[in-house]
């Protein structure tokens, strides 16, 4: 298995621009996470799906931000419109087949709005 | 808020010494404690976990301690090698098999050849 997929690595863009991330999970896994990484407040849970339900919520800062899971094999985090503190790095991770309830993290999303 | 503290922010060990990073944890699921490594441009990636019903667990240079009644746990990183420089994250379980877990801030253990 290639393991947890995020598009694109690297996105650049202007404040008011809306961006979306994409996430592909390891097949067979039933759980999906969003985080977001920053210096100031580490690793952050933003929301997290299960069998391609949104379950929480809670963490997503404010409703510029959504994300969506149209089937097992997809999910996206968009941000409209786009503010500088956004910027971070932002990970998918998922599981559910695992032992420990291991989470598998993709690479990462590096999103820089200026 | 739930959190978990997480300490030292920074370590810097010789090569052959013993690495201890510590987390607290506030009233949490009972489920895995696990530990994830971060190398740089990567995603965390899972270490080792242990379930608050065991009290140590090691996995070759690396142990986990756990003292449920002070709701705190430690990663012990022996013989520590320069291939084990990366940021540590700890983790507390907030729903018993949900697989939500709540992150420490991280350690960036440094450490020297």
């Not at chain 1, 994409?22 to 952050?44: A, N, V």
Request: with cysteine; net charge positive.
């Amino acid at each position: 298995d290639a393991g947890v997929i995020q598009s694109p690595r690297h996105e650049v863009t202007e404040m008011g621009q809306e961006v979306t991330l994409r996430c592909k999970p390891i097949s067979g896994h039933d759980y999906l996470f969003w985080y977001r990484q920053t210096m100031m407040r580490g690793l952050e849970l933003l929301i997290y799906f299960n069998n391609n339900v949104p379950i929480d919520d809670s963490g997503m800062p404010e409703d510029r931000f959504s994300a969506k899971m149209p089937n097992a094999s997809f999910s996206t985090l968009k941000i409209q419109p786009s503010e500088p503190r956004d910027s971070a790095v932002y990970f998918c991770a998922s599981g559910g087949l695992g032992s420990y309830n291991e989470q598998f993290f993709g690479p990462g999303t590096r999103l820089t709005v200026l | 808020q739930q959190q978990v503290k997480q300490s030292p922010q920074s370590l810097i060990v010789q090569k052959g010494g013993i690495s201890i990073i510590n987390c607290a944890y506030e009233n949490t699921a009972f489920d895995y404690f696990p530990w994830y490594q971060q190398f740089p441009g990567k995603g965390p990636a899972l270490l080792i976990a242990i379930r608050p019903d065991v009290s140590e667990k090691k996995e070759g240079r690396f142990t986990i301690s756990f003292n449920k009644s002070a709701k705190q746990f430690s990663l012990h990183i022996m013989d520590s090698q320069p291939g084990d420089s990366a940021t540590y994250f700890c983790a507390a379980p907030r729903g018993s098999g949900t697989y939500k877990y709540i992150f420490g801030t991280g350690t960036r253990l440094k450490v020297l050849a």
